[in-house]
């Protein structure tokens, strides 16, 4: 039986077996308290061993990390803070941990220590916890969805377009890199490349998302994506999980409401659902968490236009790192303004300067700004990145051949505006800034169980 299950029993008397990893061992010349936890809940259960019953040479090798099987009786337990406990009639010993190399003998290590043993942090509290957390807020994006209608569609994670335009790409080969096949004029013959032309992981499942939305009507994506981008930044790794909904006859009203609803949606499944594991977040690592859930919760997110937050900005009298005109991509520095100090709330900021935004965006009538729209949380600044699409042949064959785009990479996307086209619109939003925010963890390598970061790829 897993302990979740166990630690709600009221069987008492019933025989149990209970299989895990000893957290802690104490006890005295008759008994010994055994700490028990197999994932599948924050809380241990305490096994009793009456030396007695129990081989004394065994339990000397059942040390903190042993992994053990106890076969015993459920009785209430007299202790504070548990309903349960195991009296042991027999222990099976399935691997022990030496006490003198077990890298997660003692409690208390760092974050930062930790993620150095990234193969062995889940046995920890914390990150047993933010690993629930992080499924069950997959499992509610599949909910979400699902209740609502959209599709899920698998976009590829190999992609021949190198202009999706949101940051440097993996190159994928199966040359060999020492010594590549050459043309004539001496440049790398992709054509007896594994694909016959280049190719690279992809950053975004939008282009193809897009696709899905003008057929399927509204469909989401769900996957990794990839930037090469060498910014060791506690918000960036080179391979984070994306979703990205994609709407047909969304404006960007629509869309906005949708990534209210959404992350709110989320929020409060998190609140409901992992309860335990949320409070123990915030006794250990942010003591305003659970308010700040509950405060995004309760307030409606701001909408407010760039040129108003660059206004704002200006007037702040604030000092800024990277001081901020219009036309200039916003800093997390400039986010963090607006949304904690200034608004004291979500922010979606919209109808950015075109310069500063992809090609696909929507134009508004001023011929300078675009339907983009950014949704700014309190601690992590841009959460989602979105946009209306634009919808219209001409004016987005004209933006592609203004930024010099190759058309060879975008006929099969013009092409959905060539038949059939209509307003749609869509968004991003990366699953472990989400989880930041809902974990109140600090930095994103401790979001993700194996975190690839620049030079770190180890396990
Ligand atoms: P940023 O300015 O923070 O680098 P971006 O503008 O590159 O973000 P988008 O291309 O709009 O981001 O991607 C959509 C979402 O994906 C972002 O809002 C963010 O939540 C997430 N995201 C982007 N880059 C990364 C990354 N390197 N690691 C983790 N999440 C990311
Ligand atoms: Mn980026």
């Given at each position: 039986m897993r302990i979740a299950q166990l630690l709600k029993s009221t069987e008492y008397g019933s025989q149990v077996v209970v299989k895990g990893w000893v957290r802690t061992k104490r006890g005295n010349k008759n008994v010994a308290f055994l700490a028990l936890n197999d994932g599948s809940c924050l809380a241990n259960i305490q096994i009793v061993v009456d030396l007695a019953k129990i081989n004394e040479e065994s339990l000397r090798t059942i040390t903190t990390g042993a992994c053990v099987a106890v076969s015993g009786t459920l009785v209430e337990s007299l202790g504070a803070g548990q309903g349960v406990e195991v009296q042991a009639e027999s222990i099976e010993i399935y691997g022990t941990a030496d006490p003198a190399t077990y890298p997660l003998q003692k409690k208390g290590h760092s974050l930062e220590f930790l993620r150095d043993i990234a193969y062995l942090r889940p046995r920890t509290n914390t990150f047993s916890a933010v690993l629930r957390i992080r499924h069950a807020m997959a499992f509610a994006i599949h909910k979400y969805f699902n209740d609502r209608g959209f599709y899920y569609l698998h976009t590829p994670l190999i992609t021949a377009s190198d202009c999706e335009g949101a940051g440097a790409m993996f190159q994928v080969t199966t040359l060999d890199v020492d010594n590549p096949p050459r043309t004539e004029e001496g440049k790398v013959d992709y054509s007896q490349d594994f694909f016959g032309k280049p190719c690279s992981l992809t950053v975004s499942g939008q282009l193809e998302g897009e696709l899905g939305a003008l057929s399927l009507g509204q469909i989401y994506t769900f996957g990794p994506t990839f930037r090469a981008e060498n910014s060791n930044t506690p918000r960036h790794l080179a391979e984070f999980w994306m979703i990205e909904p994609e709407m047909a006859f969304y404006e960007l009203e629509d869309n906005m409401a949708l990534a209210e609803d959404f992350l709110k949606y989320l929020i409060a499944y998190a609140l409901e659902h992992c309860r335990e594991d949320l409070e123990f977040m915030n006794k250990m690592w942010d003591n305003e968490l659970l308010e700040r859930l509950q405060f995004v919760l309760d307030n409606d997110f701001v909408r407010l236009d760039y040129t108003e937050g660059i206004r704002i900005l200006q007037e702040s009298g604030r000092k800024f790192e990277f001081p901020c005109d219009w036309g200039c991509d916003l800093q997390s520095e400039h986010e963090r303004y607006l949304v904690e100090e200034h608004f004291k709330r979500p922010v979606i900021l919209?109808?950015?300067?075109?310069?500063?935004?992809?090609?696909?965006m929507k134009m508004n009538d001023d011929g300078k700004t675009v339907r983009a729209m950014d949704v700014l949380f309190p601690k992590i600044g841009e959460i989602i990145g979105g946009s209306e699409r634009e919808a219209d042949f001409g004016k987005l064959r004209a933006r592609i051949d203004e930024l010099n785009i190759p058309e060879k990479d975008m006929w099969w996307y013009l092409d959905t505006r060539r038949w059939g086209s209509a307003p749609h619109s869509g968004f991003g939003l990366g699953f472990e800034r989400l989880l930041l925010f809902v974990t109140g963890m600090g930095n994103i390598r401790d979001v993700i169980p194996f975190p690839r970061t620049p030079k770190n790829a180890e396990f």
């Open positions: 919209i109808n950015y300067p075109k310069e500063i935004k992809a090609f696909y």
